[in-house]
């Protein structure tokens, strides 16, 4: 697929969520038309799987009668091959295409990709059927299909926020039958191309909705999602030297985007794992990870309060990323002291300001030859008390801090303020410094601003070669970190202040002195001008 053709695909899809707007907030369509999707892609992968099975047979998943006895028996095996490889299974009656044509007659015509600019999905004038139901019962279905398997718990209650009974989509029930049914038509005249394997087209595309919601939904888009520029640097930092990873881990993952971009730095990724409080943002993680080809095995996502009721505790990764909730609130529990992820620090971050919690987390789940990576806010790097005591603690006593890396401001959804990367080793190459990159003032101002490429490509360089650079970068002796009291405000470190170019007082003067005959000699103009015509000058 060509980037043209790609561009198509995101604008289809693009819009086709526009049809399910109407008065939904950016993050109650987004569930929709996600959900829809990921249905989608699930039936064309079934339909695939199915189909290379029964070629040495000469026939079709679609042409199986399901209610013969031979039927029911292609059925059984099918059941069990799919679930094994896939982790769920369809019928050949519950897939997208058959769904979507049932719901808008048997007469449908969809165009597809190169459809017509007045039927730029489809021709669904047919006769509409009532499918809500079905559809209801499918969607179920794909879960149970999952009960007692291994893939159970990644499709446990999956589809829950399609809820196809709100109001929202209808005000009758046949109203929002015609609603799900012209969207459904729309999406089922879009090929995904699941054959191409050369790129992940549709990853790529889902990732382009997530990031359009976001642009939307406010202060509640840093619930699900990172900024692309933001995750790419810090994917970057925790693959340095890196060519496989055998784990990844967010302790707050929001829409799993994260981590997947992890696996771009890398050729390989074994595993993923990963929290999130959020139960629909976790629902779009599990979708998130199925979507992008990530088996059911390779993922571990779970659903809890990362702080309170950590669910990877015993375990250690190569790879740590992170973009928590800005100073968020937390119990600060003084059971928490008793906390192997804590006790060590002789004081819990405050209750008002989550920021090191997730920190000292991350430490803890982070192996000793892993990198970790963390978003932020600029406060956390100078405010005092229990914070500056843990900073201290993480400098001098473990000397775990490696870099930390100054962002623009206004460059996340929700919020303009100024933020940071806190990079983490255990085991660190250069034990006698700590790096300073001020990249606060690089950047495209937009509305939103955002990183460039040279932007991301000029920290990873810097970081890497860890070289200090006028105006840009520093490399702190731990001595002078320590002088410092352990503040890690980035303008102590690094010069970034412009001296202003010397005042010439002479050309100055010159300048004024000119100006001042000027003004005499239009005032001596227009007093003749007056005289001429009779009147008094106004001065």
Same mark, same amino acid.
């Given at each position: ?24 907030? !950016? ?41 013969? =006895? ?21 019928? =050949? ?133 990172? &900024? ?96 928590? &909730? ?23 971050? &405050? ?25 932020? &806010?600029?406060? !956390? ?21 490696? !870099? ?72 702190? =002796? ?62």
């Amino acid at each position: 697929m060509s980037a043209d053709q790609k561009k198509q695909l995101e604008a289809k899809l693009w819009d086709i969520a526009d049809t399910l707007r109407g008065k939904m907030d !950016a993050d109650e369509f987004r569930d929709y038309i996600l959900g829809f999707i990921f249905y989608k892609y699930l039936s064309e992968r079934m339909h695939v799987f199915a189909n290379q099975i029964l070629e040495e047979d000469g026939i079709t998943y679609e042409s199986i009668d399901e209610h013969t =006895p031979e039927g029911k028996e292609f059925m059984d095996a099918m059941r069990d091959e799919a679930v094994e490889q896939l982790g769920y299974f369809l019928k =050949p009656s519950e897939l997208f295409q058959a769904v979507a044509r049932r719901g808008n007659g048997k007469q449908l015509v969809v165009s597809g990709m190169a459809a017509e600019p007045d039927l730029p999905y489809g021709n669904s004038h047919a006769k509409s059927t009532f499918i809500l139901e079905d559809l209801t019962r499918i969607l179920n279905n794909i879960q149970q299909s999952t009960m007692g398997t291994e893939s159970e718990e990644d499709f446990d209650h999956l589809f829950e926020d399609l809820d196809l009974t709100s109001t929202k989509l209808g005000r009758t029930e046949k109203d929002k039958n015609d609603l799900i049914a012209r969207v459904l038509a729309h999406l089922d005249g879009i090929d995904f191309k699941l054959e191409d394997t050369e790129a992940d087209i549709l990853g790529d595309a889902y990732e382009y909705l997530i990031g359009k919601f976001a642009s939307g939904a406010g202060k509640k888009a840093g619930e699900f999602y990172t &900024p692309q520029e933001v995750s790419k640097v810090l994917a970057k930092l925790v693959t340095t030297g890196k060519t496989k990873l055998k784990t990844v881990y967010d302790p707050t993952c929001g829409s799993g985007s994260l981590l997947l971009r992890v696996a771009r730095e890398v050729k390989e990724v074994s595993n993923f794992y990963g929290q999130e409080l959020n139960r629909t943002t976790y629902n779009l993680a599990r979708m998130n990870m199925i979507l992008h080809g990530v088996h059911y095995r390779n993922f571990d996502i779970r659903q809890e309060d990362t702080l309170e009721r950590p669910q990877h505790l015993d375990m250690r990764f190569e790879a740590v990323v992170a973009n928590p &909730p800005f100073s968020a609130e937390w119990s600060a529990n003084p059971i928490h002291m008793s906390d192997d992820r804590f006790s060590q620090y002789g004081k819990l971050a &405050p209750s008002s300001k989550a920021d090191f919690a997730f920190v000292q987390h991350m430490i803890y789940q982070l192996a000793e030859n892993g990198l970790m990576a963390v978003v932020l &806010p600029h406060g !956390a790097l100078f405010r005092g008390g229990a914070e500056g005591h843990i900073r201290q603690y993480l400098i001098e006593d473990r000397n775990y801090l490696d !870099a930390v890396i100054g962002l623009p401001a206004n460059i996340f959804y929700g919020t303009s303020i100024p933020t940071c990367i806190l990079v983490m080793k255990k085991c660190r190459e250069h034990p006698g410094d700590i790096l300073f990159i001020d990249a606060s003032q690089h950047f495209e101002v937009k509305t939103q601003n955002r990183l460039r490429d040279e932007d991301i490509d000029r920290i990873i360089t810097t970081y890497r070669e860890r070289v200090a650079l006028e105006k840009y970068s520093y490399v702190a =002796p731990l001595a002078e970190v320590r002088e410092n009291e352990y503040n890690l405000n980035i303008p102590r470190y690094v010069d970034t202040f412009e001296e202003e170019e010397p005042v010439d007082l002479a050309a100055v003067s010159k300048e004024l002195a000119q100006l001042n005959a000027d003004m005499a000699r239009t005032d001596v103009e227009i007093a003749d001008f007056c005289k001429q015509l009779g009147i008094d000058t106004p001065f």
